[in-house]
């Protein structure tokens, strides 16, 4: 059986499509922090098969030792975890509790049931200010945030347990920026208020839930001087997750990849590629840059496509057409 931590989440829930298709038994952990329990029933639907589920908090030691306890874990997949940026900033304390806590006590009961294969979503932020593009995983790290800091120490705890115990083996994929939904448009990102990510607020824009993007900054060295980042569907970043599982239980070692499209679009294009897919004007107005934004980043993805075989196969356009598909069927999200 394969746990998925935080699996009612964003990119969990379409992981854990993914993974069942390809036959593998899971068991998702979530508390439903960031989630809601109308997903699993999709997730069910859309997988085509038995998924289980646990509400729990993965700093629940005890919680989390029974889940082990009941079945046999062949590998841990772990998305579970706070993620918003400027919240970071605010509330410091809770990032580092949740997201390093949390990956703490799983160590601890993975370690006590022999569990020795976890695959974690770190993050492109733990790269900083890029200082040379496209972002290969041996730049320098240099998270500029909380969040972006809780990542960068779990990949260091990981890489220590993995010196301390040869067994132990971890796949930490460094994703850039996910957006799109799954092609039926029943599950797809579903943010709490008001977005602060790019894409939500475009479909948001869309569908009239809010009346303009303000696109931060118009100065930046690029080619429109909007912000330049490497978008990748949810759908190739899932098939990701089955990639890296592979590579952990066929192979003896560890691997800390980037998994993006290794092509950056600027905001202004992200905006002119979804009018144009969906046919739908998006009001926008030019307002200062955001504080901690940098003006690109992208990966390089050639050790993904040589180590984990994998490389992305959907554009621009697809994740434009998915996420409308999504939020035009949702447009309020998941019910409660
Ligand atoms: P999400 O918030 O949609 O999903 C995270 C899930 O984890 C939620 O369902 C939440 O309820 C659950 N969770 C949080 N804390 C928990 C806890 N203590 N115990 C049990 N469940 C808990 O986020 P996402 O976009 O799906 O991201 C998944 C992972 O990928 C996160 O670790 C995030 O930091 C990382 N990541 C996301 C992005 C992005 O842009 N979405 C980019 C890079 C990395
Ligand atoms: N942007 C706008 N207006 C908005 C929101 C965003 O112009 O309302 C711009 C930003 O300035 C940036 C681009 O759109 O140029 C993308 O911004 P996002 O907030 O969507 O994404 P970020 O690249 O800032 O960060 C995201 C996640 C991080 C993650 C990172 C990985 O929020 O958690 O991708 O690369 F670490």
Not at 90 to 99: I, M, S
Not at 140 to 166: C, H, M, W
Request: charged share 25%.
């Amino acid at each position: 059986m394969i746990l998925v931590t935080g699996g009612l989440g964003f990119i969990g829930s379409h992981a854990c499509i993914a993974l069942r298709r390809a036959g593998h038994k899971l068991a998702i952990v979530d508390n439903l922090a960031n989630s809601k329990l109308a997903v699993l029933e999709r997730i069910r639907d859309l997988a085509g098969g038995d998924v289980a589920f646990h509400r729990a908090d993965i700093r629940d030691a005890t919680a989390l030792a029974a889940i082990f306890g009941r079945d046999p874990v062949e590998a841990v997949i772990h998305f579970a975890g706070y993620k918003a940026v400027g919240e970071s900033v605010a509330k410091p304390l809770d990032y580092y509790e949740n997201n390093i806590g949390g990956t703490f006590v799983l160590l601890k009961t993975m370690e006590r049931y022999a569990v020795r294969r976890i695959v974690f979503s770190s993050s492109a932020t733990v790269y900083g200010d890029p200082q040379r593009l496209p972002l290969t995983e041996d730049h320098p790290l240099g998270a500029v945030n909380p969040y972006g800091r809780t990542k960068q120490f779990i990949e260091v705890i990981l890489k220590d347990r993995a010196i301390g115990s040869p067994e132990f083996r971890h796949a930490t994929l460094r994703y850039f920026n996910p957006i799109g939904a799954h092609p039926s448009g029943r599950i797809g990102e579903d943010p709490r208020g008001i977005p602060n990510n790019l894409f939500p607020y475009v479909t948001q824009v869309a569908i009239k839930r809010l009346e303009k993007l303000r696109i931060y900054g118009n100065d930046y060295g690029t080619v429109d001087g909007t912000g330049v980042r490497d978008y990748i569907h949810v759908m190739d970043l899932a098939e990701g997750h089955l990639a890296a599982l592979k590579f952990l239980l066929d192979k003896d070692r560890s691997i800390t990849v980037n998994l993006g499209t290794g092509r950056g679009n600027s905001v202004l294009e992200v905006v002119n590629a979804f009018e144009r897919v969906t046919g739908i004007p998006i009001a926008r107005e030019f307002a200062p840059r955001r504080q901690g934004d940098v003006a690109s980043c992208y990966a390089d993805v050639s050790l993904a496509s040589r180590e984990l075989g994998w490389q992305t196969k959907l554009g621009i356009e697809d994740m434009c057409r998915d996420a409308w598909a999504w939020q035009s069927a949702n447009p309020r999200g998941f019910p409660e």
